[in-house]
């Protein structure tokens, strides 16, 4: 059974890696904090409680950090959008989020709620050397975590984490967005000295989007399936504007890796992240050279069976579109 924290920006991405989780029997879901990212926090943050709300996910859902560490806000919305996730479709509607927070607040006898960050923290000290953190999303959260609890790092089971790349980037031409949107956050975690899987675009280009997995859930014809599918569509045309060329899979390949760990394969390496290049801030510097030229502080997930690990995260997420 993994013990799993989810730190997220939602993003449609985080969404479909949301309902692979919920779908997981071998996962014990304890929280999500939920950070800046695709979107300011206000719009993620909104995204995470109508996703919860309308596909009945039973977990809670803090607010967090809505500014990186240093360095300016930067966030993916010129290519989502405002709302962090388009949809060709209709629109997830809105939920009362105040009504939500006091559903939450009843439920765990906390009012206010507390700060993701705090929640999170708690949660650590309270499943000591259990839980693994799942972080798909800037790891501003994380960072700030590890500097307010001293304490926590060693308590920590595992990282893993969709971020980086051991080759080129997607926001920038050396970074991937998660660690560009805030490289000294994603340095005080690779540091921390937790063990850590790195999910980085190297691996997520493996995994191929394309119209047939739109079709496959548009089909089942339900409410929950029908707004899936529209905001699907829209991110499988992110890439082509009619939807030809297939689209990488991200965050869910997490959540793959939890479900079929055996389809991937991993390499050890020292992680560095680069906060001064005027072209390279934000890069994962992997050296791969271990233990030559440096200790390793991270396993890189470098293969994955990609038609197998689609049909996986298909399977669980269809699961849950009833
Ligand atoms: O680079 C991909 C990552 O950036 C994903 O986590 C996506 O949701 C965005 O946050
Ligand atoms: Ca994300």
């Known amino acids: 059974m993994h013990k799993i924290w989810l730190d997220t920006d ?14 997981n029997l071998d996962v014990s879901w304890l929280g999500v904090s ?14 995470a409680l109508r996703i919860k709300k309308h596909y009945h996910l039973d977990v809670p859902v803090y607010a967090g950090c809505d500014a990186p560490l240093g360095g300016p806000m930067e966030t993916a919305q010129a290519i989502l959008g405002d709302a962090g996730m388009a949809t060709t479709g209709e629109t997830l509607p809105q939920v009362d989020i105040g009504a939500l927070e006091a559903e939450q607040s009843a439920r765990i006898k906390r009012n ?7 929640a999170l923290i708690e949660a650590v000290r309270a499943n000591p050397g259990a ?22 790092a060693p308590l920590i089971k595992e990282i893993i984490l969709m971020g980086g790349s051991s080759d080129q980037g997607n926001h920038t031409a050396a970074a991937e967005f998660n660690i560009f949107a805030d490289p000294e956050a994603a340095d005080v975690v690779f540091r921390a000295g937790i063990p850590l899987r790195m999910f ?25 399936a029908k707004w899936l599918a529209g905001y699907f569509d829209a991110y499988l045309r992110i890439r082509s ?40 801030r934000g890069m994962t510097v992997c050296e791969f050279r271990i233990p030559r030229r440096a200790q390793a502080n991270a396993e890189i997930a470098m293969t994955v069976d990609g038609p197998r690990a689609m049909q996986c ?3 669980e997420l269809l699961g849950t579109l009833s």
């Open 10 to 23: 939602p993003g449609f991405d985080d969404w479909l890696a949301m309902l692979m989780l919920s779908a």
């Open 34 to 47: 939920v950070v800046a990212g695709n979107a300011p926090l206000a719009t993620t943050y909104d995204n």
């Open 112 to 118: 206010p709620l507390p700060h993701a960050v705090d």
């Open 131 to 152: 839980i693994t953190l799942m972080c798909i999303a800037p790891l501003t959260n994380i960072a700030v975590a590890l500097q307010r609890a001293l304490d926590i």
């Open 200 to 224: 980085g675009l190297n691996l997520c280009r493996q995994l191929q989007v394309t119209g047939a997995e739109v079709q496959q859930v548009r089909a089942l014809g339900t409410a929950r």
């Open 241 to 280: 504007p009619d939807g030809s060329v297939p689209m990488p899979m991200y965050d869910p390949a997490v959540a793959i890796w939890l479900k079929r760990p055996e389809l991937f394969s991993f390499r050890p390496a020292h992680v560095d992240i680069e906060l001064e290049g005027r072209f390279t």
């Open 313 to 315: 995260m298909m399977q």
